[in-house]
């Protein structure tokens, strides 16, 4: 996904907690929206000959983008703003539905256009009230924008139901079941949107507001003390609200839910069990080893955001090619916010504007050089979209495009100076060391917090399981409290997400490693890769990239070396 400035130090440096994160009431339906616009643009170049239709369809393979074809050209300067309207959309979606059940062809596909960008609006119009408050989180008029957008969310997706339903059901030749299955996932589970289940969606979109507001409303010294008791039942009622969404929509488990219905996730929770035993075997006692060698000097050193911007302007430089295409187009036209502030959003995200057709990267700074390989992270999302024209990549492979950008800055940047390019790159092998060990710790917590029996869901039993799955994983780092947890964003929002960085992880440290053995050669793929359009579960991306699988032990050991290496080189190496 593509989002918070870390309680914990060395959490905060490394994106490991909180990550990028799009918007979650959109991704739901950008994947059957995405196909349903590209057979929308297969039924218009047929549609003079409504006697003899074709049969639309989707390629089963990677669509890749055009090289040159990239998005619109709109400053994001010259974006107004309108509340977007869920009642509208209903209505206009109950139009569609009528004209789908017509015999008018051209009616019904014009409908069908409308819908999408009435749809195209509000996620636009949300995700820009939700980038301005993000600028200012004390700002109470954005507040109230993306509060109303939040609060109409589960109104349109019902709409979008009523929508498919239409389309699917509809007997006008040339329409009907197009390439996908209602809320299509790597499984191909339909999930309807019940009136039940709209309910339990609008109350966990509650609690999620609540807890920005807390996270909003505290401060890093006192944080824990003052807002654990608090944020850990409010997460309690999250927990018990998500297990009734589970069962509403037919599911045994919450994660198995959010896996099929938000993540895409086609490993299963064997295979991922297997693989966390593995990290902790193989890669935890890395960490061992990092905390001697550790001295924190980058996180002491400052760097102004000018630095920031200009380590990867080098990097993108030197890559050239589309790569500094969309370096230079997100410049021109204003598509990036990076600047550091105590009332901002403490975190970082890429998303894209699907009606507008351009993307947009979020940073705010810590301002010192870790800035250098979050503002990359983003950019590798943002380099993705540009590229596909809207990327329609899975969780984890959206991942992969993301930390492989970081590998690769590393590789190309010239600036600020060589000396500290050489002590990013090693402060990098111990973030990436902190990925796969703090993320298989988040994952291995969810998964005992969403397990314990009602008696036992407490604030103390919550903090309990955290510190003793932390010390399991060998985890203690700096600061580290047992009640950090709290200040992991995506606990609340996006629930056993964070499981796709490692994976993720895996294979853009391949990309790395490719560099390292041969130059060129890791950008040239990487680049390649960027353009598919198509979605794929991370098992398919990585097999059609001819990368090896993730979860194997020897990948892990691969890791492991790499990481040992690395942090116990001398900085001049």
């Given at each position: 996904?593509?989002k918070?400035?870390?309680l914990?130090?060395?959490?905060?440096?490394?994106?490991?907690?909180s990550?990028?994160s799009?918007e979650?009431?959109?991704?739901?339906?950008?994947q059957?929206?995405?196909?349903?616009?590209?057979?929308?643009?297969?039924?218009?170049?047929?549609?003079?000959?409504?006697?003899?239709?074709?049969?639309?369809?989707?390629?089963?393979?990677?669509?890749?983008?055009?090289?040159?074809?990239?998005?619109?050209?709109?400053?994001?300067q010259?974006?107004?703003?309108?509340r977007?309207?869920?009642?509208?959309?209903?209505?206009?979606?109950e139009?569609?539905?009528?004209?789908?059940?017509?015999?008018?062809?051209?009616?019904?596909?014009?409908?069908?256009?409308?819908?999408?960008?009435?749809?195209?609006?509000?996620?636009d119009?949300?995700?820009y009230?939700?980038?301005?408050?993000?600028?200012?989180?004390?700002?109470?008029?954005?507040?109230?924008e993306?509060?109303?957008?939040?609060?109409?969310?589960?109104a349109?997706?019902?709409?979008m139901?009523?929508?498919?339903?239409?389309?699917?059901?509809?007997?006008?030749?040339?329409?009907?079941?197009?390439?996908?299955?209602?809320h299509?996932?790597?499984?191909g589970?339909?999930?309807?949107?019940?009136?039940?289940?709209?309910?339990?969606?609008?109350?966990e979109?509650?609690?999620?507001?609540?807890?920005?507001?807390?996270?909003?409303?505290?401060?890093?010294?006192?944080?824990?003390?003052?807002?654990?008791?608090?944020?850990?039942?409010?997460?309690i009622?999250?927990?018990?609200?998500?297990?009734?969404?589970?069962?509403?929509?037919?599911?045994?488990?919450?994660?198995?839910?959010?896996?099929?219905?938000?993540?895409?996730?086609?490993?299963?929770?064997?295979?991922?069990?297997?693989y966390?035993?593995?990290?902790?075997?193989?890669?935890?006692?890395?960490?061992?080893?990092w905390?001697?060698?550790?001295?924190?000097?980058?996180?002491k050193?400052d760097?102004?955001?000018?630095?920031?911007?200009?380590?990867?302007?080098?990097a993108?430089?030197?890559?050239?090619?589309?790569?500094?295409?969309?370096?230079?187009?997100?410049?021109?036209?204003?598509?990036?916010?990076?600047?550091a502030?105590?009332?901002r959003?403490a975190?970082?995200?890429?998303?894209?504007?699907?009606g507008?057709?351009?993307?947009?990267?979020?940073?705010?700074?810590?301002?010192?050089?870790?800035?250098?390989?979050?503002?990359?992270?983003?950019?590798?999302?943002?380099?993705?979209?540009?590229?596909?024209?809207?990327?329609?990549?899975?969780?984890?492979?959206?991942?992969?495009?993301?930390?492989?950008?970081?590998?690769?800055?590393?590789?190309?940047?010239?600036?600020?100076?060589?000396?500290?390019?050489?002590?990013?790159?090693?402060?990098?092998?111990?973030?990436?060391?902190?990925?796969?060990?703090?993320?298989?710790?988040?994952?291995?917590?969810?998964?005992?917090?969403?397990?314990?029996?009602e008696?036992?869901?407490?604030?103390?039993?919550?903090?309990?399981?955290?510190?003793?799955?932390?010390?399991?994983?060998?985890?203690?780092?700096?600061?580290?409290?047992?009640?950090?947890?709290?200040g992991?964003?995506?606990?609340?929002?996006?629930?056993?997400?964070?499981?796709?960085?490692?994976?993720?992880?895996?294979?853009?440290?391949?990309?790395?490693?490719m560099?390292?053995?041969?130059?060129?050669?890791?950008?040239?793929?990487?680049?390649?890769?960027?353009?598919?359009?198509?979605?794929?579960?991370?098992?398919?991306?990585?097999?059609q990239?001819?990368?090896e699988?993730?979860?194997?032990?020897?990948?892990?050991?691969?890791?492991?070396?790499l990481?040992?290496?690395?942090?116990?080189?001398s900085?001049?190496?």
């Amino acid at each position: 996904m593509k989002k918070c400035k870390l309680l914990a130090p060395i959490l905060a440096a490394s994106l490991l907690l909180s990550g990028c994160s799009a918007e979650s009431f959109s991704d739901w339906v950008d994947q059957a929206r995405s196909k349903f616009f590209h057979t929308l643009g297969s039924l218009s170049q047929e549609a003079a000959d409504e006697t003899s239709p074709t049969e639309a369809t989707v390629a089963a393979e990677p669509v890749e983008n055009e090289e040159g074809d990239y998005p619109a050209e709109v400053d994001f300067q010259s974006i107004v703003y309108t509340r977007p309207d869920a009642e509208d959309f209903t209505a206009l979606v109950e139009a569609c539905a009528q004209a789908l059940d017509g015999k008018d062809r051209s009616a019904a596909v014009e409908k069908c256009r409308e819908v999408l960008a009435a749809y195209d609006h509000f996620y636009d119009m949300s995700t820009y009230a939700y980038i301005q408050f993000c600028k200012d989180l004390s700002d109470s008029k954005w507040q109230e924008e993306y509060a109303w957008c939040t609060a109409n969310t589960t109104a349109v997706r019902q709409a979008m139901d009523r929508y498919y339903e239409a389309y699917d059901g509809s007997k006008i030749p040339g329409l009907g079941v197009a390439d996908y299955d209602g809320h299509f996932t790597a499984t191909g589970t339909s999930i309807s949107m019940t009136d039940e289940l709209a309910s339990l969606f609008d109350q966990e979109a509650a609690l999620v507001n609540r807890y920005y507001d807390l996270l909003a409303a505290g401060s890093e010294k006192d944080f824990y003390e003052n807002y654990n008791e608090e944020i850990a039942e409010l997460y309690i009622e999250l927990i018990q609200l998500r297990k009734q969404i589970a069962e509403e929509a037919g599911y045994e488990s919450y994660e198995l839910f959010a896996n099929h219905y938000y993540h895409d996730q086609d490993y299963t929770k064997e295979e991922l069990e297997t693989y966390i035993e593995g990290v902790k075997k193989f890669v935890s006692p890395v960490l061992s080893m990092w905390y001697h060698h550790a001295d924190g000097e980058v996180y002491k050193k400052d760097a102004a955001t000018q630095d920031c911007k200009d380590y990867l302007s080098s990097a993108v430089s030197n890559m050239g090619g589309a790569l500094q295409d969309a370096w230079d187009y997100m410049i021109k036209y204003n598509l990036y916010d990076v600047a550091a502030g105590d009332s901002r959003y403490a975190g970082s995200y890429e998303t894209y504007f699907m009606g507008l057709d351009i993307p947009f990267l979020f940073m705010s700074s810590e301002e010192n050089p870790m800035d250098f390989l979050t503002f990359a992270h983003e950019f590798g999302h943002f380099f993705n979209d540009f590229a596909a024209h809207g990327s329609n990549a899975t969780t984890n492979v959206a991942e992969f495009y993301s930390q492989a950008m970081e590998y690769l800055s590393l590789c190309y940047a010239d600036a600020p100076d060589a000396a500290l390019i050489r002590q990013l790159r090693q402060e990098k092998m111990a973030d990436s060391l902190q990925t796969y060990v703090t993320q298989a710790v988040i994952y291995r917590f969810e998964q005992l917090a969403y397990a314990l029996p009602e008696e036992k869901l407490t604030v103390e039993e919550l903090n309990l399981q955290y510190g003793n799955v932390a010390r399991e994983f060998n985890y203690q780092v700096f600061d580290w409290d047992t009640r950090e947890w709290i200040g992991i964003t995506h606990l609340f929002e996006y629930p056993f997400y964070t499981i796709s960085y490692v994976l993720s992880n895996d294979a853009a440290i391949q990309i790395y490693q490719m560099e390292l053995e041969e130059p060129g050669s890791g950008l040239a793929l990487y680049c390649d890769l960027a353009k598919r359009w198509k979605a794929q579960s991370l098992q398919s991306f990585v097999e059609q990239s001819g990368l090896e699988q993730p979860l194997s032990e020897e990948r892990l050991r691969s890791v492991a070396r790499l990481m040992r290496d690395a942090i116990t080189a001398s900085p001049e190496e």
